[in-house]
C-alpha cells in the first residue's frame, strides 16, 4: 500500500466512491469477532418481531468499512489519527445481501502537519446511513 502525500493531496479532492458489499456471513463473522450477539444482526425473524424490516448490520461494521476505506485512501490504518461519526440509519441487509458506498472529500489540509480532514459520505440503498463522518488521517 502506499502512502499518500501532503504534497500530492488538495482541499477538494474526492475518494471513491467505493463499493463494500454487506452479506449475512459478514453479520455472523463480526458478531463472533466482536461479541456483539445481538439477534437483530442475525435473527430475521427476530429483528421484524421489534419493528425493523429485517436483519441490520451493526453499527460498529458499517463504521469499521467506512475507516478501512479512508485508511486504503491514505496508506495504512496507522494513518487515521482521528475518526468519528454519527449512526443516522441502520444498513439493512436483506439475505441476498446489501451494499454501502463510501466515499470522501478533503475539506482541509494542513501543510505544515500533513494533516488531511476528510468529509465521508456512507449511504446504502442511496439512504446515508452515517452522518457527520469525519476522519483526520497522517499523510507524508
Known sequence: MTARTAAETAVGDTLGPVTVPVGRETLVSYANASGDQNPIHQDEQFARSVGLPDV????????????SVVSGWA???GRVVEFGTRFTKPVVVPAAGVEIEVGGVVKALDADTGRATVEMTVTAEGAKVLGRCVAVVQLD
Not at 441490520?56 to 475507516?67: E, L, P, Q, V, Y
Open 56 to 67: 441490520i448490520a451493526h453499527g460498529m461494521w458499517t463504521m469499521g468499512a467506512a475507516g
Open 75 to 77: 496508506g495504512g490504518a
